[in-house]
């Protein structure tokens, strides 16, 4: 089946620093990446979605100067959260679809710490 | 209402037990739905479709209800390994055009030996 990775997995960073999580379709080029937040018992929320080579779709109450999205090639899209602070620690996990909606494929996620 | 919701469970069972979880949505025109398995601190997993007609992948049965707008999962003989979240999906489904993903609270099933 379609594999996607993400990295890093878990990353710890200080307040104010930036992250930069990489998501790749390692095995299918992935016309649109969807990027998804996650804290601890609650469902997964969209925060954007983005195709290669166009501006990405933020959902609402989604900050798209704070969380910076980069779909530059058909394998690969980047999330950077910029200046993170506590609040946005969370877990944030990436899902890749070749074209037809019916299929989403996800990575492993990305635990970030902000300290 | 939230667009879609889960038995908040969780489910504590004995190996071998047969459990449902149900589900609700709020759009009527959605037309996608699935059942996803999450793991503790993993990405979720497509475990099956859901389709009009209902449909069974060995242990797994899943139902739905159009005009009630509920979803339904059935896992048979139940192993330890069926531990996890259940999670409800919904495509959403707005202006005519089919939407992104939206996904339950999900249900947390333990099956004790």
């Known amino acids: 089946g379609a594999v996607v990775s993400q990295h890093p997995s878990r990353v710890i960073c200080k307040s104010g620093t930036s992250v930069k999580i990489e998501c790749r379709s390692l095995d299918f080029q992935a016309t649109t990446m969807f990027w998804y937040r996650q804290f601890p018992k609650q469902s997964l929320m969209l925060m954007a979605t983005s195709n290669e080579g166009s501006k990405a779709t933020y959902e609402q109450g989604v900050e798209k100067d704070k969380f910076l999205i980069n779909h530059a090639s058909l394998t690969l899209s980047t999330l950077t959260v910029t200046s993170a602070h506590p609040e946005d620690s969370s877990f944030y996990i990436c899902?890749?679809?070749?074209?037809?909606?019916?299929?989403?494929?996800f990575g492993p996620g990305t635990r970030l710490t902000v300290t | 209402r939230k667009e879609v919701e889960q038995d908040p469970g969780p489910f504590n069972v004995p190996e071998g037990a047969t459990v449902a979880f149900n589900c609700t949505y709020s759009n009527s025109a959605s037309q996608s739905f699935f059942w996803y398995r999450q793991d503790c601190r993993k990405e979720p997993k497509l475990l099956m479709s859901?389709?009009?007609s209902g449909n069974e992948d060995g242990r797994f049965t899943a139902q739905l209800n159009r005009a009630s707008q509920y979803i339904s999962l059935l896992i048979r003989d139940s192993k330890l390994s069926d531990s996890a979240t259940y999670l409800c999906v919904v495509r959403g489904f707005y202006g005519g055009s089919q939407g992104n993903l939206i996904f339950g609270k999900g249900t947390k099933l333990s099956v004790k030996p």
């Open positions: 859901v389709y009009s």
């Open positions: 899902s890749a679809s070749s074209g037809s909606l019916n299929e989403q494929y």
